[in-house]
């Protein structure tokens, strides 16, 4: 009878020890389901500055404009792929540089002078780690590669476009005439240069 009972309880105590390295083994087991962060472009918070230049010394003017329309923004894995197929307008009308009468002017003998450009369209693509912006002006559509920086959900986007590949030498001659005297350095030249710089903040939810 004690060898019985020796070995019931030997059984007994191997089934507890089995039943517990299941239980470990169980919890021990990663689960395979894993979250993956999401990017996708935001007219919230971002913004697009630009900067004109005049003088031969090539001084700067810069504006901004205070409307951006996202119109399609895909999901994404990382920040600079977000970007790309992102589709946008930016109505002509946002146009602001801190000067009422330098803006009118802008909007009437720059704009004003071009095809279709109530609007300002284009669309992002990217090759690589390359971010390109397809840029439509004046009916003219031009690819114009981007620098850009990431800082956690913000992307900083440069780069610069010559007025004079959109077909827009009549815009750019109107504006330099109405711009002559002001565009008129120290050295007695009125100068009015036809790249403008593109510093965009672009946020990304």
């Not at 504006?63 to 999901?75: E, M, S």
Request: net charge positive; glycine share 6%; charged share 25%.
């Amino acid at each position: 009878m004690k060898k019985l009972f020796i070995a019931i309880s030997t059984c007994a105590m191997l089934v507890n020890v089995s039943c517990k390295k299941k239980e470990e083994n169980k919890t021990s087991i990663p689960t395979e389901k894993t979250l993956t962060e999401s990017y996708q472009v935001s007219s919230t918070g971002s913004r697009v500055d630009w900067t004109g230049y005049k003088f031969t010394e090539k001084k700067g003017v810069t504006g901004t404009f205070k409307t951006i329309t996202i119109l399609n923004a895909p999901k994404a894995t990382s920040a600079v792929d977000a970007f790309n197929g992102v589709d946008f307008t930016i109505p002509v009308s946002s146009l602001d540089s801190k000067n009422e009468i330098r803006d009118s002017k802008l909007k009437s003998l720059f704009f004003g002078m071009m095809e279709n450009t109530t609007l300002l369209s284009g669309s992002f693509v990217t090759e690589g780690k390359q971010i390109f912006l397809n840029l439509t002006m004046n009916n003219t559509t031009k690819k114009i590669p981007l620098s850009h920086t990431v800082a956690g959900r913000n992307v900083r986007l440069q780069g610069k476009l010559n007025i004079t590949d959109f077909d827009a030498i009549k815009a750019f001659n109107s504006i330099h005439k109405a711009c002559e005297v002001l565009h008129t350095g120290t050295d007695g030249v009125s100068k009015t240069w036809d790249e403008v710089g593109i510093d965009a903040l672009v946020n990304l939810k």
